[in-house]
């Protein structure tokens, strides 16, 4: 059973992290603000919207949990940069993952920043919404989200005028998704955030920019990309990456489980072949592949850079890492309304994901000290308590 003394770590814990991005805070009332405003988002709150969370402020008009979403007072870019720090220092990792992928934003109408009828995967069709397109990070202590862009279509950005509307600024430029993750990548190096390898979906594995880059600055990735997808198949030869796989033996598959899903070991049979081209020195790239258990006519296919020698189960591992990303967006919708903003500002919708971020972060960050925790009372043979973490807990304690 979880005790009082627990609930109020927690509290205390998420006070000192308030605490640490305090300074990035030009003035004490958006400090105060932007302070509530993640609390409300740990809450129990069902919505968290401006409505609800000005109540639970105590404030009497929503206007003020607006104005701290544009404030000029504070920097969400400085925060983010907490936010990652706050994560590396107690998940750091020196083999971590840094994940990519996007999320969708459903929205009416048509003045929210960056909203057009497009492809969102979480609704699994093409929707009214925002695309938000994220890094996030994933090592043995824990994960957490660590940078966000807004993607803004070519339908805005060709349109200026409607862009200053949404308060746009004039020097933010078309970028495709795969661009937006290279920015997200090279602000993470430059932080010197402790990684090992990158992995992403197939929209941003079969982007031979994306590709190159990581190459260029040594990034080792385990990528999704289309089964048509060309690579080397010798010195002057290419060849389609499912033909790659299917010439080889039925042997040459190993079953392998890539990480604990909600039901168990995500198992399926996988194998790997070297890309036929030079890598450099000490380094090597792969097309791997999975192959569901089930039906093998579902294979998936990855392109894979990394040291030479690598084994097919650290290319295993890092390609199950890639699911952490999502069950970190459904932890963000659930538990820190990541996806409950009401704002139409591009200003504000950097300033509300961040928070959220800030929010999600203290969960991961209590998460983790707690299983690391009980690991050593077990290891000290003491019975240990159990550890489950409410969102709203350390919250209504601090209160």
């Not at 994220?134 to 043995?140: D, E, G, I, P, Q």
């Not at 069950?327 to 009401?342: P, S």
Request: hydrophobic fraction near 40%; glycine fraction near 8%; charge should be positive.
């Amino acid at each position: 059973m979880t005790t009082v003394e627990t609930v109020e770590s927690w509290a205390a814990g998420l006070e000192d992290f308030l605490i640490g991005i305090g300074h990035r805070f030009a003035r004490v009332e958006p400090r105060r603000l932007a302070f509530a405003y993640v609390r409300g988002l740990l809450s129990s709150l069902e919505r968290k919207n401006g409505w609800t969370l000005t109540e639970l402020a105590g404030n009497t008009s929503t206007s003020s949990m607006q104005w701290v979403l544009q404030s000029p007072c504070w920097d969400p870019d400085e925060v983010r940069d907490d936010v990652r720090s706050h994560i590396v220092q107690h998940l750091g990792d020196a083999d971590g993952v840094l994940v990519g992928d996007e999320t969708g934003f459903l929205k009416k109408g048509t003045k929210s920043a960056g909203v057009q009828r497009q492809y969102s995967g979480t609704a699994g069709r093409t929707e009214n919404c925002q695309i938000g397109v994220f890094l996030a990070y994933a090592s043995a202590r824990g994960r957490g989200v660590l940078d966000r862009e807004l993607y803004l279509p070519v339908s805005w950005t060709e349109d200026r005028d409607r862009c200053r509307r949404a308060g746009i600024p004039d020097e933010v430029e078309f970028a495709t998704k795969p661009a937006q993750m290279r920015v997200m990548l090279a602000r993470a190096i430059t932080a010197g955030v402790p990684f090992k390898w990158f992995t992403a979906d197939e929209l941003y594995g079969q982007n031979p920019d994306l590709r190159a880059f990581c190459e260029q600055r040594d990034v080792f990735y385990v990528m999704a990309t289309r089964k048509d997808d060309q690579v080397a198949a010798g010195l002057f030869t290419t060849s389609r990456v499912d033909e790659m796989i299917a010439k080889l033996p039925a042997g040459a598959w190993k079953r392998r489980s890539a990480g604990d899903g909600a039901h168990g070991p995500r198992v399926y049979d996988w194998v790997a072949t070297p890309i036929r081209r030079d890598f450099g020195t000490d380094r090597r790239g792969w097309v791997l592949a999975r192959r569901s258990i089930c039906d093998p006519t579902d294979i998936a296919y990855y392109v894979c850079y990394g040291p030479r020698g690598s084994r097919l189960r650290e290319l295993v591992r890092v390609a199950g890492s890639r699911w952490s990303i999502e069950e970190l967006f459904q932890t963000a919708k659930n538990e820190t309304g990541l996806d409950h903003y009401q704002v139409r500002r591009y200003d504000a919708w950097y300033a509300h994901i961040t928070l959220s971020m800030a929010a999600l972060a203290h969960l991961v960050v209590t998460r983790a000290t707690e299983r690391a925790a009980t690991v050593e009372m077990v290891k000290g043979a003491t019975i240990p308590r159990q550890t489950s973490l409410s969102r709203s807990a350390a919250t209504r304690s601090a209160a």
